[in-house]
């Protein structure tokens, strides 16, 4: 073998290596939020969602050009915000938003598009001007990028379809809870997967009954109903 192709093997080698090890431990890391979000208390995830976000900063910290680290370091700082002060969640959530638009500008396809669907919940679920960021229109763009970059995706079709709820567009919701329910489950996350095609599944018999589901929006509830610190 020449000493050119043996430095392309190792280059080529290492490179997988490098992606192979990441893949794990960002896993590792969805895994351990299915379980925080989906099998644990209020006050279990107040104390456990900031340890998993410390885990998501280090892995960044590691690998400061991989987009995964930073996408879920947003998801884990957005999800912790429903357990915040609306002054903190505030700061929370533009947190995440930087960190997202980061990812988006530099990697648009990492995770399947999993950084426009985050970013777009965002957009929907917070106040708007003057409070927060928050923006309809932007909204719905977004998440029409995640479904282009992935149509399967269970994540992208469900928060997609409870969009759509905040539009009273049921028909079109019903549409997209259909699509998530029938995605395909990843190997590696089967957990996380099957618990939110059993809410796609909820949703979409409420959704069917015009029922609508409980909590949906965290994040505006908590600008009306939170104490302030």
Request: aromatic share 10%; charged share 20%.
């Amino acid at each position: 073998m020449k000493k050119t192709t043996l430095v392309v093997f190792l280059l080529l080698s290492s490179s997988r290596l490098f992606a192979s090890n990441i893949d794990s431990q960002i896993n590792q890391l969805e895994s351990e939020w299915a379980t925080i979000y989906y099998s644990e208390s209020s006050e279990q995830q107040h104390e456990n969602y900031p340890l998993l976000i410390q885990k998501a900063k280090t892995l960044s910290e590691e690998h400061p050009h991989a987009a995964e680290p930073l996408i879920w370091q947003a998801i884990l700082i957005a999800t912790n915000a429903a357990h915040q002060s609306p002054f903190k969640a505030l700061s929370s959530i533009e947190t995440a938003k930087e960190l997202l638009e980061q990812t988006i500008n530099n990697q648009p396809k990492a995770l399947e598009g999993a950084a426009q669907v985050v970013l777009a919940t965002l957009y929907y679920m917070t106040p708007g001007w003057p409070i927060s960021f928050g923006n309809q229109d932007r909204a719905e763009l977004l998440f029409k990028e995640a479904l282009k970059i992935n149509p399967l995706s269970i994540d992208s079709n469900y928060f997609y379809a409870e969009y759509l709820l905040t539009k009273d567009n049921l028909e079109k919701a019903q549409v997209y809870f259909k699509r998530a329910i029938s995605a395909p489950i990843r190997q590696n996350q089967i957990y996380a997967d099957t618990q939110l095609q059993k809410e796609a599944h909820t949703a979409l018999i409420n959704t069917q009954q015009r029922t609508p589901e409980k909590e949906r929006n965290k994040f505006l509830s908590l600008f009306s109903s939170a104490k302030t610190e």
